[in-house]
């Protein structure tokens, strides 16, 4: 009988180019194991972590990218091409990269600034479809597993006052806590 390997989103904040140690180990761990892995092609924490894996050999790998030719593949790995009816260079045109790789993990592994609202819309993606993320708050050299409403809040108090109001503005943070966590809109992010 063969057993099925889970397959891992593995995604961070694009302003995050160094991988720390600590996440690095949670890559070989992954390799080692076999397990399949979707990443997606941007510049930043995306090609940090696909230069990671061609350092760690791995051969599991799927890079997802939106139009014809990804702008980052370190491995020479498949494509996945997706498509989107948003307009080409919108949050929305790179969100539904975002979604599918979600759709096709059982589980998240992100980098996380405590301020990109790109890897927090990951965290919540996987969330609201049941998966846990273990998500490495960068600069706080720690993980932190999200696998219920409560550790969404644990996680977003790692953010400042500037980059909630900007959540909040961008992916609507307020409502997407308050509806993960049922119950009105009335604390201030």
Known sequence: ???????????????IKRLHPLFVERIANIVKKGMPVVVGDADGADASVQA???AQSASNVT?????????????DWPVHRVQSSAKPG???YFTAK???????AE??????????TGTLSNVFELLSQGKKSVVFVNREMKFLNVKQSDDILNLVSFMSEG???????KIKLGEKVSRLAGFQPRMAL
Do not use: Q
């Open 90 to 92: 919108t949050r929305a």
């Open 107 to 116: 589980f998240g592994l992100m980098l996380w600034d405590a301020a990109s």
């Open 52 to 54: 990671e894996l061609v």
């Open 163 to 169: 980059a909630r109001r900007t959540a909040d503005r």
């Open 63 to 75: 890079v997802f990218c939106m139009g014809e030719k990804p702008r980052n593949n370190l491995g």
């Open 98 to 104: 975002d979604i599918e790789m979600a759709e096709r």
């Open 1 to 15: 009988m063969e057993v099925m390997m889970e397959t891992v989103f593995i995604a961070g904040s694009i302003k």
